[in-house]
């Protein structure tokens, strides 16, 4: 699949991360997908990848797009060729998300919420991702992609496939972690978050829907309202200015 293949490359060349023989399977219906994906799969997942295959759900009965579907094996692409790399599921996923083309206004509207309310998800707790809720997964599936895009604005990318070489050769990720980023794994995470809370809270505006759009209509009438009425009070004032000067130059005439 062309797909998988251009992904491939791209991975190889970026972070220099091995070709591998993918077979991929998309499920017809929802019964076929949860018969191959198991019981332990979450419902809101789109697609899974493990060892050397890939399952995807079908658009037919996922409702995706047909954009969202090349999304989905272009992510599942970077789990199959990071597989045997010893991550943690924030930087595993994180890179899919970021490699797949997924971090748009509706992940950062999250961020922006969990900013304000000061919510963000521990990343040792991401490791559960799949067995929590489909809102918090939305939110950790968030951070994750947001702390990798910060990492390569911060660091380049050059320095994620340094880590992850790193990483094979240590085989403990804080150990690549700490060498490749000169920061303990710890240490990034707290950075990311003083970052991440000045960056994301103007989102929580997107997170208001329909009635931000409500509101900025709102303020821009209001506005435009207030400044008209301090035009003409303006008016009034020179026109009352006028009177008084030309009243004045009446006093001051001689009689003749």
């Not at 997964?137 to 880590?163: N, P, R, T, W």
């Amino acid at each position: 699949m062309r797909t998988v293949h251009d992904q491939q490359e791209n991975l190889h060349r970026q972070y220099g991360l091995p070709y591998r023989t993918v077979h991929v399977f998309i499920a017809p219906d929802a019964e076929a997908y949860t018969s191959l994906a198991g019981s332990a799969s979450p419902l809101w997942s789109s697609g899974l990848a493990s060892g050397d295959r890939m399952l995807i759900k079908s658009p037919a009965f996922s409702r995706q797009t047909l954009t969202a579907f090349h999304r989905t094996l272009r992510h599942e692409t970077v789990h199959l060729a990071l597989s045997g790399y010893d991550l943690p599921v924030w930087f595993e996923e994180g890179l899919a998300q970021y490699e797949s083309g997924t971090f748009g206004v509706s992940q950062k509207a999250l961020l922006g919420r969990a900013a304000w309310q000061r919510s963000f998800i521990p990343f040792r707790e991401i490791e559960h991702v799949t067995r929590m809720s489909a809102r918090n997964a939305e939110l950790a599936y968030a951070q994750s992609v947001a702390a990798v895009d910060h990492m390569i604005s911060y660091f380049g990318v050059e320095l994620i496939g340094k880590a992850l070489d790193l990483n094979k050769k240590y085989e403990h990720f804080p150990t690549g972690f700490r060498n490749a980023f000169l920061m303990t794994p710890e240490e990034f995470e707290k950075h990311w978050q003083e970052y991440a809370e000045k960056r994301y809270r103007i989102f929580v505006l997107m997170d208001l829907g329909g009635s931000f759009w409500v509101l900025v209509t709102f303020l821009f009438i209001l506005g435009y309202v207030l400044t008209r009425i301090r035009r003409w009070k303006l008016l009034k004032r020179w026109e009352q200015d006028e009177s008084e000067n030309d009243l004045e130059t009446d006093k001051g005439d001689p009689i003749a």
